[in-house]
């Protein structure tokens, strides 16, 4: 499933920008990819990440994954709920942010739209 409204990175995060925020989270198709999430290392706030920087982990019964920021900015929010319940991420992925930037703006030039994503995952399932 892949959400409307949103922006997607080549490594599965979404970006949904509202207000001079862009909140950052991984897609359905990585959640599952992943597996059972049960340990997710979010970024410290007040640190600037850099487009492609990586922001956290996510460990899961098959694998760790890093997670990167697809645009820059400040982190100014994490998503404490998931140090207690990491399930959060594979239950509900779009509901579910890591941690939030705030910049001026947010150069989204290099990210896919849902129908771009979807048909980027065309690619990989064959």
């Avoid at 098959?62 to 990491?86: I, T």
């Avoid at 930037?101 to 064959?126: I, K, P, Q, R, V």
Wanted: with cysteine; proline share 4%.
């Amino acid at each position: 499933m892949v959400q409307a409204g949103l922006f997607y990175s080549k490594d599965h995060e979404w970006v949904r920008i509202e207000e001079g925020r862009a909140f950052v989270g991984i897609s359905d198709y990585a959640q599952n990819a992943l597996g059972d999430v049960v340990y997710v290392e979010l970024p410290e706030v007040g640190a600037h990440l850099e487009p492609g920087a990586q922001a956290g982990v996510l460990e899961s019964v098959k694998a760790v994954s890093e997670v990167y920021s697809p645009v820059g900015g400040e982190v100014c929010e994490v998503n404490g709920a998931l140090e207690d319940a990491p399930e959060l991420v594979n239950e509900a992925p779009y509901e579910n942010y890591i941690f939030v930037l705030e910049a001026a703006s947010f150069d989204t030039a290099h990210l896919m739209d849902a129908a771009a994503y979807e048909a980027y995952l065309g690619t990989l399932e064959e």
